[in-house]
């Protein structure tokens, strides 16, 4: 092999290793996934009862508004037991940062969480909020649904 | 408030901007840490509706003015129409709140009961936001994110923010901490006394809760406290508490339970807590015997920590003085806070004042940025005394600053120090190095040397036939003690852990206008008439200088100054110069800079001595 060979050679596996690396990173940067932001995490309330009603309340809003009021983000459809204690408007669950506060709205019953009464409340794991007979459980469910991790 | 320089809110009550630490307008400035003057004090009504009792104290209405919330309007039925099934429940409906519950603007947050019953529920609290606590100046209130302390302009980076710590108490009935609502609206500060910080009251479920908000207390209280503890830190309990209970007795409140349980204790720090024993009274001899109960209660408190056991006159203390403090207590002849502070600070000073020390000396003076001329003098002397390996230096420092301009100003400066220092080196320094003890009477030393260049530059002043004259401080390091005489605006400060301390009194014509409550503290800077001066060396055939003895402690400074300095830099800004400068040398050039970077208007001068405890502290 003559030395231009050598040469030629050579610069045709740099060419070859840089389109590799070329191709490595676009690969690598165009399925861009969503930001790569802390895992959302939906919060719930999960209403306690018997009957068949909805139970389940995806907390997705900034503020939202419980009540039997037909304009309430969170109805509490008539049938529910317990709904005639539940006022128009009731209460509004409002989510500041990561956390959520729960707000009586001058109910005519109140609110109470974990059993006290209460006009303002930050909401955490498992905490039980009654608006009037009607409880829930405020619960800070993960995205995914996996097992949580215990920090 | 807007900062000017870079445009970034601040709350209304910052000094310096939390994004780039410019000062901001003062005139903006709540003037919160001010106590307002006995006289002028206001009570406030704790509100129109306080249908639950009534209080149980009388109270001075020298003025009203409303509790500063917002009292929310009680909406019984909010939803007209409402057609809600209600509950049974009490006419009133008073519980404990849950853990998490906010109350207030802040908010607080609720994160435990302590003590609960019908009437009064009390919670460990925090602030929901976190806080960073300058380093500086312990303002705590700087929230996440700010770079500079809205109170101080110190650099808070690399400091944990936090939750402020709080006591809440709540009750369905106004009166049952109805005193600490009342302290909590005069707005009143003291390092020394936890006093209330905020009142409000908020509507659960259509019944008014009344709240009032204490700085949380260390878990120790003087009842858990072993004794007999440390004299030095008894006594400096001591003076912290006799000083907070003076302040809180100007301002008519008697604590009525001025016992250990009442008092927090924390690194070093004693304050009082638990007001709710306190009332606030009409001022007179009544008054007078309630203010003595808390003064003697003190004392038995302090004497208990100091031996372990009650009083008793037979139970002999180091130094004498404070047996006798306590025996003059005790017979009823030492009955105010004020008096017991006073007491007690000297004993500290006798028992801290060091037996062997150093002196280190930092000196500069400037002709700043406009004048032609340094008028300014300044003197240093001292000797050095080692006798059985105790070091007690003698000192003497003066900064003299003249005025009458050119071949006068100067001229008066120099003469003045010329004389002291002829007269130092004549009796003061001879007598106090070369004789036996008793040495000098300082005071009167300092008087008649004040009076030698007063006099010398009084005629030198008829000679030349101009209107020269000068202003001069002046002090004397002895026996761990400065003596302090001065004369003029020329100023003496002192500088400790405390913070910094102006010692002399301007003989000027706003300081008198200060003194008598005709301008503020804050306008005498930029007065007109901030440079007419009543008193001075040369302008009249004698002159009596204001004289100061003040004891000195381990790593205590003294900085003397021409009003070329403290006319233009203040006095939060020298303490953090001189704080941050690693020696007084550096410290006097950063004084000077700081002061020339104000402008550098007039003559700048500074003498800042430190003293250095050898040995035995």
Request: with cysteine; net charge negative; hydrophobic share 40%.
């Amino acid at each position: 092999m003559n030395p231009s060979d050598t040469i030629t050679l050579a610069l045709g596996v740099v060419a070859l290793l840089m389109v590799v690396a070329i191709a490595l990173t676009l690969i690598r940067r165009r399925p861009a996934p969503p930001p790569a932001a802390p895992p959302e995490s939906i919060a719930l309330l999960e209403r306690i009862g018997e009957d068949d009603g909805p139970r389940i309340y995806a907390l997705h809003r900034p503020v939202m508004i419980i009540g039997r009021g037909e304009e309430s983000d969170i109805r509490i459809a008539p049938e529910v037991p317990g709904a005639l204690t539940v006022s128009r408007r009731h209460a509004q669950i409002r989510r500041e940062d990561t956390e959520h506060v729960v707000e009586d709205l001058g109910s005519e019953n109140g609110i109470r969480v974990n059993g006290l009464i209460t006009h303002r409340n930050l909401l955490r794991e498992g905490y039980r909020v009654s608006l009037g007979t009607v409880e829930f459980v405020y619960r800070q469910a993960e995205s995914s649904g996996a097992a949580r991790s215990v920090s | 408030m807007k900062c000017e320089v870079c445009g970034t809110y601040n709350p209304t009550e910052a000094r310096f901007c939390r994004r780039c630490s410019a000062a901001l307008p003062r005139e903006a400035k709540v003037n919160a840490s001010q106590p307002a003057p006995v006289g002028e004090m206001t009570t406030a009504p704790l509100s129109d509706d306080d249908a639950l009792g009534t209080h149980p104290f009388e109270t001075p209405t020298l003025g009203t003015r409303p509790l500063n919330e917002a009292e929310p309007v009680v909406q019984e039925q909010p939803t007209s129409l409402d057609d809600t099934q209600p509950l049974p429940r009490p006419r009133f409906l008073f519980e404990t709140l849950p853990i998490g519950a906010l109350v207030g603007s802040l908010p607080y947050e609720i994160l435990s009961a302590i003590n609960t019953d019908s009437v009064v529920n009390i919670y460990a609290a925090q602030d929901r936001r976190k806080r960073i606590r300058c380093r500086s100046c312990a303002f705590n209130r700087n929230t996440f994110g700010d770079e500079y302390c809205q109170q101080c302009g110190a650099l808070l980076a690399g400091i944990e923010p936090h939750h402020p710590r709080f006591t809440v108490k709540e009750s369905i009935a106004a009166d049952a901490i109805a005193v600490e609502r009342r302290l909590a609206d005069l707005r009143l500060h003291h390092g020394g006394a936890m006093l209330p910080v905020d009142t409000f009251s908020e509507t659960i479920a259509g019944t008014r809760r009344y709240y009032v908000v204490l700085p949380e207390p260390s878990p120790s209280t003087g009842e858990s406290l072993a004794a007999p503890q440390e004299l030095l830190d008894v006594l400096q309990w001591g003076v912290m508490l006799s000083e907070s209970l003076a302040f809180l007795h100007q301002r008519n409140i008697v604590l009525g339970a001025a016992d250990l349980s009442h008092i927090s204790f924390e690194n070093k720090m004693a304050r009082w807590f638990d007001f709710t024993s306190a009332r606030i009274v009409t001022p007179g001899v009544e008054a007078r015997t309630w203010f003595k109960e808390d003064v003697a209660t003190l004392a038995a408190s302090l004497f208990v920590l100091l031996t372990g056991q009650m009083y008793s006159p037979r139970v002999v203390l180091e130094p004498p003085s404070l047996s006798q403090t306590f025996a003059d207590v005790f017979a009823g002849q030492l009955t105010t806070a004020a008096a017991l502070a006073d007491r007690l600070r000297s004993a500290l000073a006798e028992v801290r004042r060091p037996s062997s020390y150093d002196i280190r000396v930092g000196r500069l003076t400037d002709v700043g940025h406009i004048r032609q001329l340094n008028e300014d003098s300044l003197l240093t002397l001292e000797a050095g005394q080692v006798h059985r390996s105790v070091s007690r230096p003698i000192g003497l420092y003066v900064v003299a600053d003249g005025a009458g301009g050119h071949a006068a100003g100067d001229v008066a400066s120099g003469i003045a120090i010329r004389t002291i220092a002829r007269q130092a080196l004549e009796n003061l320094f001879p007598q106090q190095i070369a004789e036996a003890p008793p040495g000098i009477d300082v005071a009167s030393w300092m008087r008649s040397a004040v009076q030698s260049a007063n006099e010398a530059v009084h005629r030198q002043r008829a000679v030349a036939r101009t209107d020269m004259g000068t202003v001069l401080v002046m002090a004397i390091i002895l026996d761990g003690e400065a003596h302090i005489a001065h004369v003029g605006d020329s100023r003496a400060y002192l500088i400790n852990e405390a913070g910094i301390k102006q010692l002399t009194v301007d003989h000027s014509l706003v300081q008198r206008l200060v003194d008598t409550g005709q301008i503020k503290p804050e306008e005498a800077r930029t007065h007109e008439n901030r440079n007419v001066i009543y008193k001075m060396i040369g302008d009249r055939p004698k002159v009596e200088p204001d004289l100061q003895r003040v004891a000195l402690a381990p790593s205590d400074r003294l900085l003397l100054c021409s009003d070329g300095l403290c006319g233009y830099v203040d006095d939060i800004e020298m303490l953090q110069i001189i704080r941050s400068s690693s020696s007084p040398q550096e410290a006097c050039q950063h004084l000077i800079d700081a002061a020339n970077a104000a402008g550098g208007a007039d003559n700048i001068t500074a003498v800042l001595v430190q003293i250095d405890a050898l040995g035995d502290v």
